[in-house]
T-cell receptor, first 116, second 111 residues
């Protein structure tokens, strides 16, 4: 079955460490997205990528980095510069119409990151 | 930029009650509108969508109508079940490439 796989499901990080969250999709979608979810704040866009080797900052990119070396993979690194990294992180890929406009997202099941 | 505003939660109802979750938006033009649902510990799933004014999206007994006059896309269900307990997100498509989400509304249904 096609879908998006995020790993790990739970991640603990010590202050000052970088961590990388994995996101893999086998849906053949060009576009991929990273969102952060905090209680009462909905989803906030961190980074997104429309095509391999290209990505754009979202609304809250500071303290995060991404790469898009393969169509299937869009890993997110939470760096030590991110002041409040404890959150639920969601990866999504974009479903497009025949003419290329975004029809909606397919989401992964998320990674809960906790700084200890 | 574009934005979505949902009614604040949490919302608590008894089984078989009528549900309305309000959603209004601010956008340039007439963007596609969506409702997503998130069950505990999971990602979001598409519940329904509408792509143009007066369209009605429906799925699993839920409905929402795209109202351009009131810039609204309220979610309704005639008779809720305990299994409908979840967080519901309203969203719009901003431009051609990404979605903008509301803050989510937590719904709890008591038996």
């Amino acid at each position: 079955d096609g879908g998006i796989t995020q790993s790990p499901k739970y991640l603990f990080r010590k202050e000052g460490q970088n961590v990388t969250l994995s996101c893999e999709q086998n849906l053949n979608h060009d576009a991929m997205y990273w969102y952060r979810q905090d209680p009462g704040q909905g989803l906030r866009l961190i980074y997104y990528s429309q095509i391999v080797n290209d990505f754009q900052k979202g609304d809250i990119a500071e303290g995060y980095s991404v790469s898009r070396e393969k169509k299937e993979s869009f890993p997110l690194t939470v760096t030590s510069a991110q002041k409040n990294p404890t959150a639920f992180y969601l990866c999504a890929s974009g479903v497009r119409t025949r003419i290329g406009t975004l029809e909606g997202y397919t989401f992964g099941s998320g990674t809960r990151l906790t700084v200890v | 930029g574009d934005s979505v505003t949902q009614m604040e939660g949490p919302v608590t109802l008894s089984e078989e009650a009528f549900l309305t979750i309000n959603c209004t938006y601010t956008a340039t033009g007439y963007p596609s509108l969506f409702w997503y649902v998130q069950y505990p510990g999971e990602g979001l799933q598409l519940l329904l969508k509408a792509t143009k004014a007066d369209d009605k999206g429906s799925n699993k007994g839920f409905e929402a109508t795209y109202r351009k006059e009131t810039t609204s896309f309220h979610l309704e269900k005639g008779s809720v079940q305990v299994s409908d307990s979840a967080v519901y997100f309203c969203a719009l498509r901003e431009g051609a490439q990404k979605l903008v989400f509301g803050q989510g509304t937590r719904l709890t249904i008591n038996p």
